[in-house]
């Protein structure tokens, strides 16, 4: 590609990642958009264990048996002009460090919110790791099909517990069983509710911001109500500013129904208008990469295990932060500055993926791995190296002793915590002085998805005993002495052979530093 046509081609790109608290209907909506795009023909739901009809982003078993998201999805479609890139994120807290991770690979944020429960605690987390890095956010209030909260109340909080300044878009005419449709404030229209059968779905609005006298809406007291709220909001509301909302200190706010299909396509439409290009990109050198620099570089932001069971394949997300990826191009692994040729890459519509010829800045590919990958590599091509900035990792709280329950199955017992222990949402140990195994992780959940995974995609069942809740702390080796160990202070290696005590209570912890002053303990290595 010629520096223009590189250009030309990162400008189409929008990259982003839909958060929300669990149930707010964040991976419909994401499905809704797959439809729009063209890549499915119907939409499905989480919870769709009568009908079948699946989220197509939720394709591992124990996502459609649970009814949740417990992994980050990739979607890459076309619409209208531009290539998008989607990545769904689990809602539930047990899987944040995913998420995290995957919001470093984003250039912006669409967040779901229930308009009958508002601003619930793990929506605020997820929030205020996109204000952090500074982030565009974009609302959408959910399931106006059902009864909920005022308009104005849901506008108040988000302003209130959030910290950002709202501006809405649109604003719902009714809700629940009275919903009658959208006043759309930034299209200058109305959009009804379902009305496809019944004639024109979007009616335009006069230079005063109503209605035709002649429609029958204009009779009901609803319709009079919105044009009051709007009257209000456009006295004491804020006023749009573009460089507020691409600065993250503005979310421009919808409302709809993914359900139903109601307001999305609308929001999407508008969301592409302001959605931000691809970002520059930092180094820990503290050198800035600009997408449209002619050497290629990228970043591993996540592994997954068995996308397709029947191979045991392995793949590496990489999001591309400059140049052009061509497939058969030779890059440098920056941790090990091993030399390697990217063959084998492929993009994704959840789980059925096509191989990629080239992508460019703003892209994500996966790339199959045979176990030279780690979760934050920088890879590049070029002589300079690069390395980009940390990923962010989460010290486990809660820890469990895992064994094969069949001593006759240990090699794809090995082989099963190995390749699930490198996607990063659990993490191995070993015992000191036994060589047990030992599991942590920032939640409960994470445990059960891995007892599932075992057994149904290594054919290994496992045994779990749990050790409870537990604070790491690294030791220098020099400082160790194994005689410090004690049944409140278990001794352990990580996966780098690195050792850590793993102290059952802060009592435990300061017993130890007044016994070994001189010893100094570590949260993270």
């Known amino acids: 590609m010629t520096k223009s046509e590189l250009q030309a081609a990162v400008d189409t790109r929008r990259t982003f990642a839909i958060i929300s608290h669990p149930d707010a209907g964040k991976t419909t909506i994401t499905e809704q958009m797959l439809l729009f795009g063209g890549v499915v023909r119907q939409a499905g739901t989480v919870k769709a264990r009568k009908s079948g009809n699946f989220a197509k982003s939720d394709w591992m078993e124990i996502e459609k048996k649970r009814g949740i998201s417990v992994t980050s999805s990739v979607m890459q479609f076309d619409y209208d002009g531009k290539r998008i890139n989607i990545l769904d994120t689990p809602g539930h807290e047990d899987f944040s460090e995913d ?31 996109c204000k952090m890095r500074g982030i565009p956010i974009f609302t959408f209030m959910n399931k106006l099909d059902r009864d909920g909260r005022e308009p104005l109340d849901l506008l108040n909080e988000v302003e209130e517990v959030l910290g950002i300044e709202t501006y809405p878009m649109n604003w719902p005419i009714g809700m629940g069983k009275g919903l009658k449709g959208l006043y759309d404030r930034y299209n200058h229209r109305v ?57 993250g200190d503005m979310t421009p706010v919808f409302f709809g129904s993914a359900l139903t299909n109601f307001g999305v396509e609308t929001f999407l439409k508008t969301y592409l208008q302001y959605a931000p290009k691809p970002n520059a990109h930092k180094t820990r050198a503290g050198d800035i990469v600009q997408p449209t620099d002619d050497e290629f570089s990228g970043f591993v932001f996540k592994i997954q295990a ?12 990489v999001r591309i932060c400059s140049g052009e990826f061509d497939r058969g191009m030779d890059v440098f692994l920056q941790r090990t500055g091993k030399k390697m040729r990217l063959n084998n890459s492929t993009q994704f519509m959840a789980d059925t993926r096509e191989t990629v010829e080239t992508a460019v800045a703003g892209d994500i590919v996966g790339l199959y791995d045979t176990g030279n990958f780690q979760i934050g590599d920088t890879i590049y091509a070029g002589k300079k190296a690069v390395q980009f900035e940390k990923l962010p990792q989460f010290t486990p709280e809660l820890f469990m002793r895992v064994t094969a329950k069949n001593v006759m199955k240990q090699k794809s017992f090995h082989k099963g915590i190995d390749q699930l222990v490198q996607e990063g949402a659990v993490q191995l140990y070993t015992s000191y002085s036994t060589g047990d195994y030992i599991l942590g992780a920032v939640g409960q959940l994470q445990f059960e998805v891995f007892k599932f995974r075992m057994q149904n995609e290594y054919n290994s069942e496992v045994v779990m005993e749990p050790l409870g809740s537990k604070t790491a702390r690294w030791i220098d080796p020099e400082q160790l002495d194994e005689k410090m ?33 001189d010893v100094k303990l570590t949260a993270k290595l």
Not at 101 to 119: F, Q
Not at 218 to 224: A, F, V
Not at 494 to 505: C, H, I, K, V
């Open 485 to 517: 160990s004690s049944s409140r202070n278990l001794l352990v290696k990580d996966r780098s052979g690195a050792p850590l005590f793993l102290f059952e209570n802060a009592f435990a912890e300061r017993w130890f530093a007044d016994k070994y002053p």
């Open 306 to 317: 068995n996308m397709n069971p029947n191979h045991r394949d392995r793949i590496a997300f």
């Open 191 to 247: 959009e009804l509710y379902h009305n496809e059968a019944h004639g024109e779905t979007f009616l335009p609005l006069d230079a005063d911001g109503k209605l035709d006298s002649s429609n029958e809406l204009t009779k009901d007291s609803i319709y009079r109500d919105v044009l009051e709220e709007m009257e209000l909001i456009e006295e004491a509301g804020n006023d749009f500013d573009e460089a507020k909302v691409a600065a």
């Open 99 to 129: 998420t995290y991770r995957t919001l470093m690979a984003v250039d912006s944020a669409i967040m779901v919110i229930d308009s009958a429960k508002g601003i619930e605690p793990q929506t605020k987390k997820l929030f205020q790791i």
